[in-house]
């Protein structure tokens, strides 16, 4: 069990910088690469280009990130943990594998977690009576069934960790939670209860500020924007955990960006 360990973030958002993830691996000591890909619509993306070829359904670009980073992520062992299987998440470990064999690395060990597409399940679990509702206006899901492209629940950060405690060296989920990309590994590495809510509370305080990539380190900083330095090369937020739940975030040396006080706190609120 670790006393401390360094989870940085490599992607915000489908279509975030295309180094960020590799920079982060190569530009300093790192554990964990965290990558979020996933918004409502990006779904939906995804789901439709399944349709269209059940090959697809995931980031595509995401094995190719992969590939690159696999001799440095290999030789320091850092896992990687991302959402970008979407909703074929299966399809993209098998991408992730091809990307290996180009790369005569052997001996990667990739987790796929599954579970969270109910969009076959929609009307088994209605004629169950599990209310599928619109929580703000009542309205019944039978309105607008005919028109349901896609239909994910959130998994949380367990399956996460039983990928890694089965031995995952990169895990491929579909959509979970933001913050279960982030304290996945903090669970995983210090061995929190599932009732030790103040450490879970710190670790998923730690995955909002990671989930949105260089957000927290000035990419989105609306107090004073003009005072971030070298935003075109800006670095992607880091959290040092530690056991007890302490959490402090950084980014590499040499890098753009500001983390401080108030970027952090701007990308909480």
């Known amino acids: 069990m670790k006393n401390s360990i360094r989870i940085a973030s490599g992607q915000g958002f489908w279509g975030d910088l295309i180094d960020a993830h590799y920079h982060q691996v190569t530009r300093g000591p790192i554990d964990y690469l965290m990558m979020d890909f996933l918004a409502e619509v990006t779904m939906s993306i995804m789901q439709k280009q399944k349709l269209r070829n059940p090959e697809l359904g995931y980031a595509r ?50 987790g796929v977690v599954i579970g969270d597409n109910i969009l076959h399940d929609i009307d088994r679990l209605n004629a169950a009576g ?29 399956p996460i960790v039983e990928a890694l405690e089965k031995g995952a060296d990169i895990v491929i989920t579909g959509r979970t939670t933001d913050t279960g990309l982030t304290l996945a590994p903090m669970i995983h590495e210090f061995g929190w ?39 075109a ?37």
């Not at 991302?82 to 690395?105: H, Q």
């Not at 599932?194 to 450490?199: C, F, G």
């Not at 305080?205 to 003009?226: K, P």
């Not at 040092?240 to 609120?269: C, M, R, Y």
Request: with cysteine; glycine share 14%; proline share 5%.
């Open 193 to 231: 209860a599932a009732d030790d809510w103040d450490k879970l509370s710190a670790g998923t305080v730690a995955g909002h500020i990671l989930e949105c990539g260089g957000q927290s380190s000035g990419g989105n900083f609306l107090g004073d924007w003009r005072s971030v330095p070298d935003l």
């Open 130 to 158: 599990i209310p599928l509702s619109n929580m703000e206006t009542g309205e019944s899901i039978d309105g607008i069934r005919d028109r349901i492209v896609s239909a994910n629940v959130y998994l949380g950060a367990y």
């Open 61 to 110: 670009d995401l094995p190719g990130q992969i590939g690159r980073m696999l001799p440095h992520i290999k030789e320091k062992n850092i896992k990687v943990i991302t959402n970008g299987g979407g909703v074929n998440p299966i399809a993209c470990k098998d991408a992730i594998f091809r990307e290996a064999e180009k790369a005569g690395i052997k001996g990667i060990k990739v």
């Open 233 to 269: 090369h800006i670095g992607f937020p880091i959290a040092e955990a530690q056991q007890d739940g302490t959490v402090v975030i950084t980014k590499h040396e040499n890098t753009g960006g500001l983390v401080s006080v108030p970027t952090i706190k701007e990308q909480l609120l």
